[in-house]
């Protein structure tokens, strides 16, 4: 299955604080059928100890050791926010990416994410597009081991 699909995939979202954006992209992942309910609340609490905030607009939120048996399969969700939402000290997030990964999948999938979002022009692209199949071109690739 792929990591992504765009029915994990919500644009032209709003949310009224971080936790609703949170709560949004956690329910795109249980909606997805990649964790259990109870895993949101761990993607909450997380936050609550570490800000998932990378910069440049983009939050990657994701459950904590604990809730690792609530990931039924790795996968990601984007919750795009075009007017954004107040992340920490006065920065706005645009693109929420939740995160549900095993450990052994978590690294993967976080560096392939911070390859894609570390390009201004394509983090610019995705914050503002209409058009899910961009996401998904973007932040849908599968892994690709190095040679």
């Known amino acids: 299955m792929a990591i992504l699909s765009a029915e994990r995939i919500r644009l032209g979202a709003t949310a009224v604080s971080k936790a609703d954006a949170i709560r949004q992209a956690g329910q795109l992942l249980v909606q997805g059928g990649c964790v259990e ?32 048996a609530q990931i039924i399969q790795t996968g990601i969700s984007v919750l795009q926010l075009p007017e954004g939402i107040e992340w ?3 920065e706005k997030a645009h693109l929420i990416i939740g995160i549900a990964a095993s450990a052994d999948e978590h690294v993967g999938v976080l560096a392939n994410l911070a390859e894609a979002i570390e390009d201004e022009e394509i983090t610019h692209k995705l914050i503002h597009t209409t058009d899910p199949a961009v996401i998904l071109a973007e932040l849908g690739k599968e892994q690709v081991e190095e040679q």
């Open 37 to 68: 309910p109870g895993y949101v609340d761990g993607m909450l609490a997380r936050e609550e100890t570490m800000s998932t905030y990378l910069g440049e607009g983009v939050a990657i939120p994701h459950g904590q050791f604990d809730n690792r």
């Open 88 to 90: 920490e000290d006065g």
